[in-house]
T-cell receptor, first 115, second 112 residues
Framework: AQSVAQPEDQVNVAEGNPLTVKCTYS??????LFWYVQYPNRGLQFLLK??????LVKGSYGFEAEFNKSQTSFHLKKPSALVSDSALYFC?????????????FGAGTRLAVHP | DAGVTQSPTHLIKTRGQQVTLRCSPK?????VSWYQQALGQGPQFIFQ???????QRGNFPDRFSGHQFPNYSSELNVNALLLGDSALYLC???????????FGAGTRLSVL
């Protein structure tokens, strides 16, 4: 079955330190990969996506993600965390083929950045 | 340029009732998808509408139905509400069936 795993329910990091939020996927073929962020009582905001090309993708608000095909991972990173980065982060994949937009989401990882 | 807008913001219903949620896509977008996000979980795909037809459906019962209008706006209807239908319902739109999806703020449905 197609799935996305975010192994950490919560990630704690001090402001100014680098952060990593992990994501692995189980989808055959070459899926599109996404990261979204959700603030309290808000919808999902698009951060970045990987379709093809360079394995390091740069996105909004200083975030980047590294695609690793052999490990089927797409970890979200930021060199220096801000308190305002505290939110719920979702990794998602779009299975290849079919010509449709369906996204499969992970369960989410809560990021807490401490001053 | 308005993004994806959803109404209402919050809704309280009782078991067995029916509910209709509404979504207006981002300007220039023609495809609308609906997702259900239960508390503490990631969004689950319900269905997608393109050219006023349901093009793809997730693992949801027939109690969940939808519609897309000629102006690309969409409705999600849920009949015979169950307690387990309580969730945040998210609408997403894209420029075509494979473009990046932009999400609305959601409608929080509580079933009592």
């Amino acid at each position: 079955a197609q799935s996305v795993a975010q192994p950490e329910d919560q990630v704690n990091v001090a402001e100014g330190n680098p952060l990593t939020v992990k994501c692995t996927y189980s989808v055959s073929g070459n899926p599109y990969l996404f990261w979204y962020v959700q603030y309290p009582n808000r919808g999902l905001q698009f951060l970045l996506k990987y379709i093809t090309g360079d394995n390091l993708v740069k996105g909004s608000y200083g975030f980047e993600a590294e695609f690793n095909k052999s490990q089927t991972s797409f970890h979200l990173k930021k060199p220096s965390a801000l308190v305002s980065d505290s939110a719920l982060y979702f990794c998602a994949v779009r299975p290849p083929g079919g010509g449709y937009n369906k996204l499969i989401f992970g369960a989410g990882t809560r990021l807490a950045v401490h001053p | 340029d308005a993004g994806v807008t959803q109404s209402p913001t919050h809704l309280i219903k009782t078991r067995g009732q029916q509910v209709t949620l509404r979504c207006s896509p981002k300007s220039g977008h023609d495809t609308v998808s609906w997702y259900q996000q239960a508390l503490g979980q990631g969004p689950q795909f319900i269905f997608q509408y393109y050219e006023e037809e349901e093009r793809q459906r997730g693992n949801f019962p027939d109690r969940f139905s939808g519609h897309q209008f000629p102006n690309y706006s969409s409705e999600l209807n849920v009949n015979a509400l169950l307690l387990g239908d309580s969730a945040l319902y998210l609408c997403a739109s894209s420029q075509d069936r494979v473009g990046s999806e932009y999400f609305g703020a959601g409608t929080r449905l509580s079933v009592l």
